[in-house]
């Protein structure tokens, strides 16, 4: 059974960091493509960020392009997403989610349940 | 900036027929865009539905399906339930690689 289990969310101060986590288990990290999506409270989704399977192309919304860095470490079957330069509109719910395809695009299939990040001072 | 739009709300009898669809502000939605279909339900995480147009996932109900409709990606519910009763959201991708989430369309099953 595929599993998504994030993590590192929080209570941060506009300018803050914060680093996301997402342990996934029940299928082979290695192979897949992963994204993060997030989700303002009541809001829409939107696309974050995604990574290839071998870490090595990144790409990511116009909206955290140059403040968010994604990565993954394939020995741990985890994925991260560093989040700097924190403002009050990247509050949301944070969905780790992952790849059908290791060919772009990195189409979401399988969902984690989130992690809360909220900015405010 | 590229706005993705879908219809804010829907309503279906159960056992009825419905189509939620999504533009591009780009002009019309091909293949190209891949588009992909989410149900959200309250409190609970996104599930994928349908993607690049018209695959649907191992566990998509036969009754949902996806398509291109006058330059727009549709997703038709045909013998609606009441539990699809939720949000349903858009995705497009453009230059193949950075994605664009619709509104989202509330469904609701009356």
């Known amino acids: 059974e595929v599993q998504l289990v994030e993590s590192g969310g929080g209570l941060v101060k506009p300018g803050g960091s914060l680093r996301l986590s997402c342990a996934a288990s029940?299928?082979?990290?290695?192979?897949?493509?992963m994204n993060w999506v997030r989700q303002s409270p009541g809001k829409g989704l939107e696309w974050v960020s995604s990574i290839h399977s071998g870490g090595s192309y990144m790409y990511y919304a116009d909206s955290v392009r140059g403040r968010f860095t994604i990565s993954r470490d394939n020995a741990k079957n985890s994925l991260y997403l560093q989040m700097n330069s924190l403002r009050a509109e990247d509050t949301a719910l944070y969905y780790c989610a992952r790849a059908s395809s290791n060919i772009s695009p990195y189409t979401p299939d399988y969902w984690g349940q989130g992690t809360l990040v909220t900015v405010s001072s | 900036q590229t706005v993705v739009t879908q219809e804010p709300s829907l309503t279906v009898s159960p056992g009825g027929t419905v189509t939620l669809t999504c533009a591009s502000s780009?002009?019309?939605?091909?293949?190209?865009?891949?588009p992909n279909w989410f149900q959200q339900k309250p409190g609970q995480a996104p599930r994928a539905l349908i993607y690049?147009?018209?695959n649907k996932h191992s566990w998509t109900p036969a009754r949902f399906s996806g398509s291109l409709l006058g330059g727009k990606a549709a997703l038709t519910l045909s013998g609606v339930q009441p539990e699809d009763e939720a949000d349903y959201y858009c995705l497009l991708y453009f230059g193949g690689v950075s994605g664009v989430f619709g509104g989202g369309t509330k469904l609701t099953v009356l």
């Open positions: 780009t002009g019309a939605v091909t293949s190209g865009y891949y």
């Open positions: 690049s147009t018209n």
């Open positions: 029940g299928f082979t990290f290695s192979s897949y493509s």
